[in-house]
């Protein structure tokens, strides 16, 4: 008579995630179409009880990218890619060994970096979305955050938004200094932006006026967010 065995697997098993930069503005991650490409980074560790001998990352490239135009940037590991017409990319790190974050911690981290550029022409606010799937030798897939870059040929900009507190910020163009003036004192968060919407000054505040240092910044455009409004600003 037959029957059935089941043990517990001890290999690793850990959520994982997923990054893209431009990181994109505002909280609709608005991107410029016209941006070189975008660089995807998917990372993964080993917390499990054993060693990982085997880690496979699988990624589907969205319909809106040119797919001519992958290109693997980097790895932690030595690994294998293999494309399919789908769309699919699978990053193989065969014999990999990863050991647990208990054993090493240090060396329990691993990551995958590529670039692909969106198509051209891409319709204007092409949102393109990304999700990987992260394998560890035998256990089921992990699931990464979604990534969302929302493709625009321009920065939507507003002064004013309903229900929300005036804000308005001078001078501009801005060259040493750029100030923030709140109708009524509250307490304020502020993130600069430069063009690929990396943060370059960020800060909260609480007087009717706030002023931040800018002469160390490159010349060129940048997005600031206060409380949720959002202003364009030109750096000379």
């Known amino acids: 008579r037959g029957f059935g065995y089941r043990t517990t697997v001890v290999c690793s098993y850990d959520p994982n995630d997923k990054q893209v930069t431009p990181l994109g503005i505002s909280e609709q991650n608005y991107t410029l179409i016209n941006d070189d490409e975008l660089i995807y980074t998917i990372r993964f560790q080993n917390t499990g009880n054993d060693t990982?001998?085997?880690?496979?990352?699988?990624?589907?490239?969205?319909?809106?990218?040119?797919?001519?135009?992958?290109?693997?940037?980097?790895?932690?590991?030595?690994?294998?890619?293999?494309?399919?017409?789908?769309?699919?990319?699978?990053?193989?790190?065969?014999?990999?060994?990863?050991?647990?974050?208990?054993?090493?911690?240090?060396?329990?981290?691993?990551?995958?970096?590529?670039?692909?550029?969106?198509?051209?022409?891409?319709?204007?606010?092409t949102l393109i979305s990304n999700t990987a799937y992260i394998y560890f030798d035998f256990n089921p897939a992990i699931v990464t955050n979604t990534t969302e870059s929302l493709m625009v040929y321009e920065i939507p900009t507003y002064t004013t938004e309903p229900s929300k507190p005036q804000f308005q910020c001078y001078p501009n163009?801005?060259?040493?200094?750029?100030?923030?003036?709140?109708?009524?004192?509250?307490?304020?968060?502020?993130?600069?932006?430069?063009?690929?919407?990396?943060?370059?000054?960020?800060g909260t505040f609480d007087t009717p006026t706030h002023t931040i240092p800018v002469s160390h910044l490159a010349v060129g455009m940048y997005y600031l967010q206060v409380n949720g409004v959002s202003f364009k600003v030109m750096k000379q």
């Open 52 to 125: 990982a001998f085997n880690i496979l990352l699988a990624d589907t490239l969205s319909q809106y990218f040119d797919h001519s135009t992958f290109r693997p940037i980097t790895s932690s590991h030595p690994m294998q890619v293999t494309r399919y017409p789908s769309g699919l990319v699978e990053f193989k790190f065969n014999h990999i060994m990863l050991p647990d974050s208990t054993t090493n911690e240090p060396r329990s981290h691993g990551f995958v970096q590529y670039a692909i550029k969106a198509q051209q022409p891409v319709p204007d606010n």
């Open 173 to 202: 163009p801005i060259t040493n200094t750029l100030t923030i003036q709140q109708p009524t004192p509250q307490t304020a968060t502020y993130t600069l932006y430069n063009i690929l919407g990396e943060v370059v000054s960020k």
